[in-house]
């Protein structure tokens, strides 16, 4: 069964960093493509970042709101993917969801974590 | 530039079928889609991913109640037998070279 866990959230002032956590579990994680998408309170749903699988190079893609702050990488000999944000701002508050990417479409996703980015 | 627009809302009764509408911006209307249900307090799940050749694949233990269609740039989502459960706000999201794109949502009301 697939599962993604994430872990990481927590509050943290504005301007400061933080890294998310996503661990895979009940698929080849080296052979998929992985995506973070959050959601901020009471809003939809916004895609932040993918990283492709090392087959396509491992290359990252990111969004324009987080471009330049935001950094996704994988380890695949632990089935982890991370989501390192830096330069935080409070319209970054949000719950941050792991995706499995087809290379399209998300087909799975973990539970969440909630970053609360707030003085 | 990607833009995928859905109605804000849609309510159904009981029972009854309702069709749900995401549509691809200009210059995208042979793009797949997927579907995404979110239930109230809930996490999205994944429901289907709808290519532009008409096939169609369903998540995991996604009944076949959930089904999608398209016309021209408009991509569907029909749930039949409405359910008390589906009352839930419906994603689509699509993608291109280097993005992935969600709309806004759809928040089902099953009356």
């Known amino acids: 069964e697939v599962q993604l866990v994430e872990s990481g959230g927590g509050l943290v002032q504005p301007g400061r960093s933080l890294r998310v956590s996503c661990t895979a579990f009940?698929?080849?994680?080296?052979?998929?493509?992985m995506s973070w998408v959050r959601q901020a309170p009471g809003k939809g749903l916004e895609w932040v970042s993918f990283?492709?699988?090392?087959?396509?190079?491992?290359?990252?893609e990111y969004a324009a709101s987080v471009k330049g702050r935001f950094t996704i990488s994988r380890d695949d000999s632990q089935s982890i993917a991370y989501l390192q944000m830096n330069s935080l701002k409070t319209e970054d508050t949000a719950v941050y969801y792991c995706?499995?990417?087809?290379?399209?479409?998300?087909?799975?996703w973990g539970q969440g974590t909630l970053v609360t980015v707030s003085s | 530039q990607l833009v995928l627009t859905q109605s804000p809302s849609a309510s159904a009764s009981l029972g009854a079928s309702v069709k749900l509408t995401c549509t691809l911006s200009?210059?995208?209307?042979?793009?797949?889609i997927a579907w995404h249900q979110q239930q109230p307090e809930k996490g999205p799940r994944f429901l289907m991913k709808?290519?532009?050749?008409?096939?169609?694949s369903r998540g995991d233990g996604i009944p076949d109640r959930f089904s999608g269609s398209s016309s021209g740039a408009e991509r569907y989502l029909t749930i039949s037998s409405l359910q008390s459960e589906d009352e839930a706000d419906y994603y689509c999201?699509?993608?291109?070279?280097?993005?992935?794109?969600f709309g806004g949502g759809t928040k089902l009301t099953v009356l």
């Open positions: 995706t499995r990417d087809l290379g399209g479409g998300s087909d799975h």
């Open positions: 009940g698929f080849a994680f080296g052979e998929f493509a």
């Open positions: 990283i492709r699988n090392k087959a396509y190079g491992g290359t990252a």
């Open positions: 200009s210059g995208h209307s042979s793009n797949g």
């Open positions: 709808f290519n532009s050749d008409g096939s169609h």
């Open positions: 999201q699509a993608w291109d070279t280097g993005i992935r794109v």
